[in-house]
């Protein structure tokens, strides 16, 4: 397993672009399978979780062709088999956005149930649950999710908790269901909206994506399109925490600035002056030490629960003292305990980390346990003294594009070891 060498102690400086959004990309592509002609997506980052869901495309029967210019053609006509094995669901949960798609569009789904995975039990229920309510006969057995349904039928759908993928996969499945379903309690994050936005495209009719209440009005088919995936704002803020973290001055370009509202709170909390554009944004933390920033996950608009690890890492060596509380996922600090590896100064109480910022952290082997906690990892990596070896770096492959080279590209002494 690869892992990554990384030499604190120099300040961030320089530009990166940021790349398409890995939450918008993957249930877009999933909803390629609601067209009955070819779909185009463009601005698809590159990253493991999207090589897996091209493969559980593939795997379907479905044709998918990468084009020179990195766009994904899909073409769902070919399909032979709405299936979606353990064996690639196992690696990547979010393979659950086909189960909506495959049941409007070709009446049958056997999705495999994703497991839990480090951050949390990660229950799919209120999607089970809404596509029943939308007409679908789910059993659930050997382990896999096995829906059939003949015509869904619009309904309104109220969720009890806010789910990002739940709300995806139930808007997918009612563009093509009999008349209107109405989704109360609909995730609002950005992504959403970019795939309410793709669906629109293909001839849907949603209304009210970005809101808590989506409503779509079922249609009898729905065409090919072209479309480009959004900006990714969690790529997009973990390398402004870099930025600060490091006292350094970075640019981001080829962003979304609107969708980041609650992260540059955060930042000018901290300390950072910020200057903002229509597509980039530029940070600056030069010669001062960030001031530790109190952080309270929630739903969108509110504090990015995927932003949590980043901004912890920054308070570990902040001016003050810091309370970081995670209500969205129930076992979301694995990255608090591999950080007082590094010399940290982390006291967990329930979901709630109080962190007291130190001067420096020191290098040490460290290993990442999910996605945005081995991101956090490698920016203590970018402080600590010495230089820190961070272990199990397929995480961070599976939802940063090329991060060694963008952060080498800003001055990072950071090395990929094979192994
Ligand atoms: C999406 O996961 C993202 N993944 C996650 O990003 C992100 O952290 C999360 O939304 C929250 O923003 C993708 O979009 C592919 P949820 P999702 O359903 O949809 C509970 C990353 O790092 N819940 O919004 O799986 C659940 O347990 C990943 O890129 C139920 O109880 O998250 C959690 O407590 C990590 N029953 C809460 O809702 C359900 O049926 C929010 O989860 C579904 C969810």
């Known amino acids: 397993m690869d892992k990554l060498h990384i030499r604190g102690g120099t300040p961030l400086e320089g530009e990166v672009r940021i790349s398409g959004a890995k939450n918008a990309a993957l249930p877009i592509l999933a909803a390629t399978l609601l067209a009955d002609s070819p779909a185009s997506v463009g601005n698809v980052p590159h990253l493991r979780d999207v090589t897996t869901m091209i493969e559980l495309l593939g795997r379907m029967g479905v044709s998918v062709t990468v084009t020179d210019k990195m766009r994904i053609e899909v073409d769902a006509s070919t399909i032979r088999e709405c299936i979606a094995p353990y064996e690639l669901v196992r690696t990547m949960r979010a393979s659950i956005v086909v189960l909506g798609p495959l049941l409007a569009r070709f009446g049958k789904a056997d999705v495999s149930l994703p497991g839990g995975c480090a951050i949390g039990a990660r229950p799919v229920n209120l999607h089970v649950d809404g596509l029943r309510a939308l007409g679908a006969d789910i059993h659930i057995e050997n382990g896999y999710i096995r829906a059939r349904a003949d015509r869904l039928v619009g ?25 209107e379903t109405v989704i109360e309690n609909a995730a609002r994050e950005p992504e959403v909206v970019d795939l309410a936005n793709f669906l629109i495209s293909m001839g849907a009719k949603i209304h009210g994506a970005g809101t808590d209440r989506i409503v779509v009005e079922g249609v009898k088919k729905l065409h090919g399109t072209s479309y480009d995936v959004l900006p990714d704002r969690i790529e997009s803020g973990t390398y402004l925490v870099a930025g600060a973290i490091t006292s350094g001055h970075v640019r981001i370009k080829g962003t979304r600035p609107d969708h980041l509202d609650a992260v540059l709170v955060k930042l000018r909390d901290a300390g950072a002056t910020l200057g903002i554009g229509p597509n980039w944004i530029e940070l600056d933390m030069r010669n001062r030490r960030p001031r530790a920033v109190d952080i309270r996950t929630a739903p969108y608009p509110g504090f990015p629960t995927d932003m949590q690890a980043q901004f912890a890492a920054l308070n570990t060596i902040a001016e003050g003292t810091a ?97």
Not at 165 to 170: D, P
């Open 323 to 419: 309370a970081v509380t995670e209500t969205v996922f129930e076992n979301r600090f694995m990255h608090m305990l591999e950080m007082r590896r590094l010399g940290a100064d982390i006291r967990i109480e329930g979901n709630t980390a109080i962190i007291h910022g130190v001067e420096k952290l020191t290098a040490a082997p460290v290993m990442a346990t999910d996605l945005r906690a081995s991101a956090s990892l490698v920016l203590a990596g970018l402080v600590a003294e010495g230089t820190t070896e961070v272990l199990r770096i397929y995480h961070i492959d599976r939802g940063y594009e090329c991060i060694e080279e963008k952060l080498a590209q800003l001055g990072a002494h950071i090395k990929r070891i094979p192994g």
């Open 155 to 179: 309904t309104r759908l109220v969720l009890d908790t806010v789910t990002v993928t739940g709300t995806e996969n139930l808007m997918m499945a009612a563009t093509l269901a009999e008349g």
